[in-house]
């Protein structure tokens, strides 16, 4: 054990940081592109704020493009596109990119369902009181929704984290990189198991955390 | 003064024209509790969700104190609206405010400042009668205290009008009563005016000054409450009338219950 730590314990603690990171700021930019996109497809729905049904269908072909592009292809296909952006397509900043393209269109989703969820009386009421569309989106959509969008939050953040493995396999480091190279090519199954027993922890962790919160926030009846 | 003029609603759904609303006037005077009755689907809704332009009618003209608002848009119909406070059939609270952010709501769109904002939400609150409330959530209130809530923060803007849309076909009757009271009694002190719309003709005789009957998108009379009761003129009223006193009293429990 002591040996197996000495040995490999660097390597897993870096390629956890790794994943955290490449996790964390795909998910970070994803809400940051998705998250407007989202608000944005559920305004112009026909029964929204503000319809638009050729705003709202493009937005809807983009989303549902990009969700259905598999992550393994759209990685490799989108390689000259990463090197415009970060100038590598590998490592940490080579992954974001892709990984962030990947999550962006599957967050506007996530979050134009959870926009929907708000009670569409409640919406007419801050019209009765004279809100302006800005603050309702802000004021009662987000807000009512907000319990919601924060589950949404993990759930992108755990698909995210299964698409770092992939990301890792073209080279940009991680748990999934080792769990490959060591666990798999080099037949190590015991690098193998602990790269699971890291992964499971961190997902359960995240999960858990992210369920207390959302509970936590909610204040209607449970 | 509210007026309607000769107003007119054809709702459009595909190949489908569904008139809602057929040469409707009416005058609500500053002061009135105004009684719109009518059976399920006769349109009462409708009709008042027009004062407040949550739907534009298709023919017709509305006119609030004086001025023409039908085309009012933007900025001039939001302010509009800041004059006519609304309370709905199921509250309608923001779920995930507490009862003074919910008093607040109205008073945050204005954009005035946060301490006045409070002030006024506790002292509304204070009329209402649940101030000792203020830090709860609307999931944890009972029904009649959500819709005084409810009425707390139609009225945080200081309206001059008050539209109630089945506001105490969700309680039953006792709560109702307070409910009812509370409304005469902002009617009353505040010189709010009232527009409400009930399918009980129990309420429309305990609140109401003057009532107006819709059937089929069709005001088939209008008067004072006591001589509508006494000396109905259409048989759409004398219906109503005949089917509320075979009615028990109890109606709203039973329904509830139900
Ligand atoms: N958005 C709409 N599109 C099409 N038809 C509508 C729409 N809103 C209302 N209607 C129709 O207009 C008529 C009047 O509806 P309204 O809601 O005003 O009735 P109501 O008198 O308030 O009934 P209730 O007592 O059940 O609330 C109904 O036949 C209804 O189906
Ligand atoms: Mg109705």
């Known amino acids: 054990m002591g040996e197996f730590l000495e040995t490999y314990g660097s390597l897993l603690a870096s390629g956890t940081v790794d994943t955290l990171v490449m996790t964390c700021a795909a998910s970070f930019f994803a809400y940051v592109i998705g998250l ?28 549902n493009i990009g969700r259905s592009i598999p992550f393994i292809i759209l990685l490799v296909a989108i390689i000259p596109f990463t090197r415009l952006i970060v100038g590598t397509s590998l490592g940490v900043p080579g992954a974001v990119v892709p990984l962030t393209v990947a999550a962006a269109p599957f967050v506007a989703r996530v979050v134009e369902q959870s926009l929907a969820e708000v009670d569409s009386s409640l919406i007419e009421a801050a019209h009765s009181f004279g809100a302006n569309n800005f603050q309702i989106i802000t004021k009662v959509m987000l807000r009512e929704s907000l319990p919601s ?13 299964g698409y770092t493995a992939m990301a890792g396999t073209v080279g940009a480091g991680g748990l999934g990189d080792i769990a490959i190279r060591y666990g798999y090519q080099r037949y190590m199954p015991d690098v193998m198991l602990v790269c699971i027993i890291i992964c499971v922890v961190m997902v359960q962790v995240f999960q858990s955390a992210i369920d207390w919160l959302a509970r936590h926030i909610d204040k209607r009846k449970h | 003064m509210i007026e309607l003029k000769h107003v007119g609603k054809v709702y459009q759904a595909r190949d489908e ?27 009462k809704s409708t009709l008042v969700r027009h004062i407040n332009l949550l739907e534009r009618p298709t023919e017709g003209r509305i006119i609030i104190d004086d001025k023409d608002v039908t085309d009012y848009q933007g900025k001039e119909l939001r302010e509009l609206r800041k ?6 059939q199921n509250f309608s609270l923001f779920q995930q405010r507490t009862v003074l952010q919910n008093v607040t709501f109205p008073l945050e769109i204005r954009g005035h400042a946060k301490a006045e ?3 006024r939400a506790h002292k509304l609150l204070q009329l209402v009668g649940l101030d000792e409330m203020w830090k709860r959530y609307p999931s944890e209130l009972s029904g ?9 923060r139609a009225l945080a803007n200081n309206p001059r009008y008050m539209l109630c849309d089945e506001a105490t076909s969700a309680l039953d009757s006792r709560t109702t009563i307070q409910v009812l009271d509370l409304l005469k009694r902002v009617n009353r002190e505040l010189g709010v005016t009232m527009v409400v719309i009930t399918h009980s ?15 089929g998108g069709v005001i088939v009379e209008e008067g004072l409450t006591q001589d509508v009761f006494a000396n109905p003129q259409s048989d759409v009223t004398r219906e109503l009338l005949a089917r509320g006193k075979a009615e028990p009293q109890s109606t709203l429990d039973m329904e509830k219950e139900a």
Request: aromatic share 6%; hydrophobic share 50%; charged share 15%.
């Open chain 2, 144 to 152: 009649g205290q959500q819709q005084r809530v409810a009425i707390a």
């Open chain 2, 201 to 215: 003709l129990d309420v429309a005789q305990q609140i109401c000054n003057r009532i107006a009957v819709i059937d």
């Open chain 1, 149 to 161: 969008l924060v589950r949404g939050v993990a759930i992108t953040f755990v698909s995210l984290f």
């Open chain 2, 83 to 88: 004059n006519i406070g609304m309370i709905f």
């Open chain 1, 36 to 63: 407007p996109l989202g608000i944005w497809f559920a305004v112009t729905t026909p029964t929204g704020l503000r319809p638009n049904r050729a705003i709202n269908t493009i937005l809807g072909w983009i989303i």
């Open chain 2, 117 to 119: 904002n409070i002030e």
């Open chain 2, 17 to 43: 024209r569904h008139r809602a609303l057929d040469d409707v006037s009416l005058t609500i005077e500053d002061g009135d509790i105004f009684g719109i009755i009518g059976a399920s689907g006769a349109g």
